[in-house]
């Protein structure tokens, strides 16, 4: 009913406790096929298989400003060791609405979150269907919670995920099995190169290839890999290259053998070289030698395949960052029920022992931002050349972590 429902929309808006890859793809087929009806996706919990569901809806078309995390509510401790206290209220609310042609609307209001679990039946779920026109008020009523929840929500990057998964492990203890939050990092530069390329330009094991990266990152020999993926139809912009890296048309793992700052070599052998278009495009070099013409504020690097395949990996561009702070809006805050005044409240609400006087009240989180400020890179500012951000498909990221399977479930 639900996927019927979609594929006649004209406005969708979906808000979801929790979601997932899986889940997505339970009603994906009609979202898919029409993105620009996609008007505001909400999500509640910041977890890793989330992001994946929200990068999923970015490369299938959604525009990144219509998707949207709700941080919750918390408040300071007033003490240095734990500065917020534990738990949060949090956006748990699932509702898909729809307006329909001939002014007409349909709601799926319940306990059906985007996940893979809830849309096929795994969960015991509870719903409503309401259908009727589209200014009943009923439907004014859903709208007004919907704009209620974008407003207190933080518009999502991919480039949050880390600090938004944090405050979800630090504030969600009980969900960790949840939240998927990467523990293990191998610290280390990759070189990561998203090019385009016809099905006839393949590398070959042992190949060289010649690209250019700004001129000041440092790159070591032997020690920085180059993962280089292929399409032929390559993706817009960065966070969309990442998203798709494991769908994209070859994957290749290379060892970096050389990188020149000063432009030195005049003569390079190698089999292919990568421009430095936008997108970058590979090209076979005709008697595999490349006489570059790097231009100013570049540097030469060569690189050697090693392996046909890449393992999938989730990238981070951020030197690591252990803790975070809530940035709190200055206006909205959530009392308790005051008949509760004195009283212990449920687990679901309060699950800290400290936290035992409920009309504190709650304060929305607006942001996150660092704790401690770490030491920038001694090659930041040519490294901003190379991040998602500069909207370049030559990237080099810090760190990497081999992704979970079970993310996906």
Known sequence: MLVHRLSLSTATSIVTGFATPGGLDAISGPIKARPGSVVAIILGAATYPGFETLDELHVA?????????????????????????????????KIYYMELPHGQACAFVGSHNMTSFALKGL??????????????????????????????????????????????KEFVEGMKSEIKLPIEWIVGRTVLIFAQASKANRPKMGDTLYFELPAGIKIESLKTETHLFLFENPPSDPWMALAMASSADAHYTCNTTGAENEQGNL???????????????????????????????????????????????????????????????????????????????TADLLSDPDDRDANKGWMLVTALKPRDRIPEERDAKALARALPASGNLVLVSLRKRKKDEDDQE
């Open 61 to 93: 078309g959604v525009p990144l400003s219509r998707l949207h995390v709700h941080l919750g509510h918390t408040r300071p401790s007033g003490t240095k060791k734990k500065p917020t206290v534990r738990f949060h209220p949090m956006l748990h609310s």
């Open 123 to 168: 969960n015991g779920e509870a719903g409503v269907l309401l259908d009727g026109p589209v200014n009943a008020p009923e439907f004014q009523q859903i709208r007004d919670h919907i704009a209620e929840a974008k407003q207190q929500s933080a518009s999502y990057s991919p480039a949050m995920k880390e600090s938004l998964a944090w405050w979800t």
């Open 267 to 345: 003569e390079i052998k190698a089999q292919w070289r990568i421009d430095g278009a936008s997108p970058p495009v590979l090209d076979r070099v005709i008697g595999g030698k490349v006489r570059p013409q790097t231009p100013a504020g570049m540097q030469q690097v060569r690189a050697e395949v090693v392996a046909l395949d890449v393992i999938p990996y989730d990238y981070s561009f951020e030197q690591e960052k252990k803790e975070w702070d809530p940035i709190y809006s200055a206006r909205e805050k959530v009392i308790a029920d005051p008949q509760a005044s004195g009283k212990r409240q």
